[in-house]
Structure formats: C-alpha cells, structure tokens
C-alpha cells in the first residue's frame, strides 16, 4: 500500500518562520486545481496501482480550497487511484478557516481527520510569527471540529519562541490536553535560510532562539504529555494510544508514497524525486499534458542506510540490527557503543534514544551514519 501527499500551495499570509513552498497570491488556485488534476492521471499506474492506504493534504494551506474544488479533486482521487476504505485522510487547515459549513463538506468528501495549525495560545507570539489568526479562533476552532464529530485529529505547537515563557508554554500544552486532542504535534523554533526571521535575526530586529530555552520546553512537552497518558512515538509527535498518524508513520517507516504538486516529493524505495517548487512551471507543464520539471536522487545502499537510521531512531520503533546487512551492521553494532547508556539504550534487540538523547538526535544519527566508499 501506498501513502499520497497533495501539496496545496497557497496561503493567507507568509509567517515569519515558514521556508516551506507557497504563495500569498490566490489567483492562480483554478490553474493549479486543474493541473493537479491533470498530474494523477498522468501519474496513476506509477505505484502498479497499489491500493492507496492514506491521503494527506498539506501545503500551504489546504483549508483554502473551496468546496467545488475539493469535490473536483476527491473525485479524480477516487475513480484515479484505488482507496482502501480504511485510508487516513488528513486536511491542515488554520484555524481562521473553521466554520460549521466548511467542517460539514469535510465530512461529505471522507476526510477523517483535520491537522490544526495553532502554533501557540499566546497573543504575543501569533503576532511575532504572524499567524493570521488570533487565540480564540484556535479555541473555537478546537469546539467547532468537536461538535463537528471528528474524533482523529492533530494540533501544532511550536517551541522555543522568544518572549514565551515556561508557563505560557505550559498553558498552550494543557488547552489541548485538556480537551483530549488525541495527536498532539510539537516543533522546536528553528531559523531557515531565506525567511523573514533570519532576516530579522541577521539585522538585530528579533532575538535568535535561545537553545537553553528551547530545551527546557521540550523537557517539559515530554514530561506533561506522558503524564497524560501520551505516548511519545516520533520525536516531534505524541498520540493518545491507537492514535498515532498512520500517513506520517509512512515517512520514518520507509514505505512508498507519492507526492502531487509543486515541490512534493515522493520515493520509491530506490529513488526519492520532487516536483518544481514554482507554481507557474508546474501548471503550465501539466495544462500542457507533460508532467512538470522535477528533480531526481538515485539512492545508493549506504543513502539507504543512513536514511533508516535518520528516520526509526526519531521513533518508538527504534533501529534494529537485524534490518542491516553487512558490513553496515557490524559497523552500527561497533560505533553505537559510544552513546550507550546516556544517549542510547537497547532493549530486546533494538536501539531508542533516551529523553537526553532526543534533543541531540540529528547529531547523534549523523555520527552513525555509515560513508560511502
């Protein structure tokens, strides 16, 4: 089975943290529906028509899709692609975007599960990362998916944000466990090159993230989330039991999945490629009839070992040896020894980062990374 990930390029507004590929110009979303669209047909027997097992809406901001447009899109996906009945379908939406109407068409096209990017509760720092929506469109928007009857749903959190402090922190991490919000993501405040916050930072404007700060608050999201009975299976992800996000899960279990629009990307098991990050060269390529440039990286054994070993030891799941061939498996057995006990324990054959190890784990996984000959 197979994951599919339909990038929706546009946004409201641009946060300042955000380096991911969109645009604040809406006037093209009929050219890229109709391109899309154009793509899954183009695309359908890429994956020998594997049965689809989830479907994940990102961007950008898919909750600005209107209603014509999604049913234009969930009707190709279905008489294109062959959709397990059970498959995971996720929609991000902010929370500017919530309405009773809008919540109920969701239902009708089998989205079964929402992605609420809140971010935070606190007023000072919506405004310092600017979100275009304010913390009582969260806490309505927290109400309204409720009543609506989705029971599967996830809410974003950012830490690590200037001018919060551990309380504040706190107080964001209780509004959604007190509401039993069953997935819970959590993400440390990072600088990407070219956006709006490094340049702020490189001119003095906004203090940079403070990594004593940022740690402390990752600290405390582990301590409380597993307090209430949270498992913590990824390092940014959290769910309640039985709860875990199946389509994220694909990821960092290494399973194929297929990315439509503009910069999505999608692997193979041998191969990982990605779609133009420009909106323009996308929907002129596919109204077109071709399919739009993309980039293409030929994975050898050792990009494929040191991605198995990136991925699982963010997750409950762990690494196994036994998943190796040699001379990667010696070699991993040998070079892990040095992070034993403090950074790594084994337990029944398999290798986990402790809660101190979790907050070097990109480090810790690149000293394990094998080299190619």
Same mark, same amino acid.
């Given at each position: ?14 946060? *300042?943290?955000?380096?991911? *590929? ?48 999604? $049913? ?192 999505? *990307? ?79 324990? $084994? ?27």
């Amino acid at each position: 089975m197979i994951a599919i990930y339909i990038h929706v390029p546009f946004c409201k507004q641009a946060c *300042h943290y955000c380096n991911f *590929h969109f645009s604040t110009n809406q006037s093209g979303k009929p050219l890229f529906v109709k391109a899309l669209l154009k793509e899954m047909s183009l695309r359908k027997d890429e994956f020998q028509n594997q049965p689809v097992a989830s479907i994940y809406f990102g961007g950008g901001t898919p909750s600005l899709l209107n209603k014509s447009e999604l $049913e234009e899109i969930f009707y190709h996906l279905n008489t294109t692609f062959d959709i397990s009945s059970s498959a995971e379908i996720t929609l991000e939406a902010n929370p500017d975007d919530i309405n009773t109407s809008l919540l109920q068409v969701w239902r009708n096209l089998s989205i079964n599960r929402i992605s609420l990017g809140i971010q935070s509760f606190q007023p000072h720092a919506l405004t310092w990362m600017n979100r275009a929506h304010n913390n009582q469109d969260a806490l309505n928007a927290l109400r309204l998916i409720a009543e609506a009857g989705f029971d599967n749903m996830t809410a974003d959190l950012i830490y690590g944000v200037p001018g919060v402090s551990d309380d504040q922190w706190m107080s964001d991490i209780l509004a959604l466990t007190d509401r039993k919000i069953p997935h819970i993501s959590a993400y440390c405040l990072t600088v990407e090159d070219e956006t709006a916050l490094a340049h702020f930072v490189k001119k003095g404007t906004s203090p940079p993230v403070q990594e004593e700060q940022a740690n402390r608050q990752f600290d405390l999201l582990i301590k409380i989330l597993t307090e209430k009975g949270y498992q913590h299976y990824e390092i940014s992800n959290f769910a309640l039991p039985g709860m875990e996000a199946n389509h994220n899960s694909s990821y960092w279990l290494g399973r194929h999945y297929m990315g439509l629009g503009p910069s999505a *990307h999608s692997y193979n098991g041998s191969s990982r490629y990605w779609n133009v990050a420009n909106n323009k060269k996308y929907t002129e390529a596919l109204n077109a009839g071709i399919l739009p440039p993309n980039e293409i990286e030929i994975l050898s054994e050792t990009q494929k070992f040191n991605e198995y070993i990136l991925t699982r030891l963010r997750t409950h799941w762990g690494v196994n040896p036994n998943d190796m061939s040699d001379p990667f498996k010696s070699t991993f057995l040998e070079e892990v020894k040095e992070f034993i006990p403090d950074m790594i324990f $084994e337990s029944d054959g398999s290798y986990f980062l402790t809660t101190q190890g979790k907050m070097w784990a990109d480090h810790i996984s690149s000293q394990l990374f094998a080299s190619e000959e």
